[in-house]
């Protein structure tokens, strides 16, 4: 079984539209979370922290389920530029786990 | 801020060639990662240094591979002989917490 795991989408939606991604972690021992953003052909870069009791910056908002293991991030209010793929990040302690990624495409 | 610098940038060659990719980090940070990128496996952790002293190598992924760390500024990940399963992208980065990565080196094996 997989340390991570993501639904890998495509997501297509509407710019303006409400977008929400999950991701499943295996260790319940994970100490930190985070969400990253990767661009076509670029480097992952940190989009934000995951704090056990939810946390927000600007249009995304971050959540975190210890008991069923799940992290959320929701998109508001999408944008063009938003298109990305997302990775959900997982920190044992002693390793970091990448999820593989969710495609979102924002359509005009 | 340059941020964490990699070399090249994009690297073909021919199987059986030796590969030697570099990185840069920025200082001040005591973790460096090194990681491949691949569309079928994602991103997969292969090292990691802590204060230049390798800490964890079980995702390297044979022999073949081997990554230095003289000093705080300077890192390298060698693939000696090289296959075309190691065509990725390679990405450099510096933690512990927080992952600042590098641009990435796209490696391509024929």
């Known amino acids: 079984r997989k340390e991570v795991e993501q639904d890998p989408g495509p997501f297509n939606v509407p710019e303006g539209a409400t977008v929400a991604f999950n991701c499943t972690y295996s260790?319940?021992?994970?100490?930190?979370f985070f969400w990253y953003r990767q661009d076509c052909r670029k480097e992952p870069k940190l989009l934000m922290s995951?704090?056990?009791s939810g946390n927000e910056d600007g249009r995304f908002t971050a959540q975190l389920n210890r008991a069923s293991q799940y992290i959320s991030l929701l998109i508001r209010d999408s944008k063009l530029s938003d298109s990305a793929t997302y990775l959900c990040?997982?920190?044992?302690?002693?390793?970091?786990?990448f999820g593989t990624g969710t495609s979102l495409t924002v359509i005009p | 801020d340059a941020g964490v610098i990699q070399s090249p940038r994009h690297e073909v060659t021919e199987m059986g060639q030796e590969v030697t990719l570099r990185c840069k980090p920025i200082?001040?940070?005591?973790?460096l990662f090194w990681y491949r990128q691949t569309m079928m496996r994602g991103l997969e952790l292969l090292i990691y240094?802590?204060?230049?002293?390798?800490?964890?190598d079980s995702g390297m992924p044979e022999d073949r591979f081997s990554a230095k760390m003289p000093n705080a500024s300077f890192s390298t990940l060698k693939i000696q002989p090289s296959e075309p399963r190691d065509s990725a992208v390679y990405f450099c980065?510096?933690?512990?917490?927080?992952?600042?990565f590098g641009p990435g080196t796209r490696l391509t094996v024929l």
């Open positions: 990040v997982v920190n044992t302690g002693n390793q970091f786990y």
């Open positions: 260790n319940s021992a994970s100490q930190s």
């Open positions: 995951v704090y056990s």
């Open positions: 200082s001040g940070h005591d973790y």
């Open positions: 240094f802590n204060n230049n002293v390798p800490i964890d």
């Open positions: 980065a510096e933690g512990p917490d927080t992952q600042y």
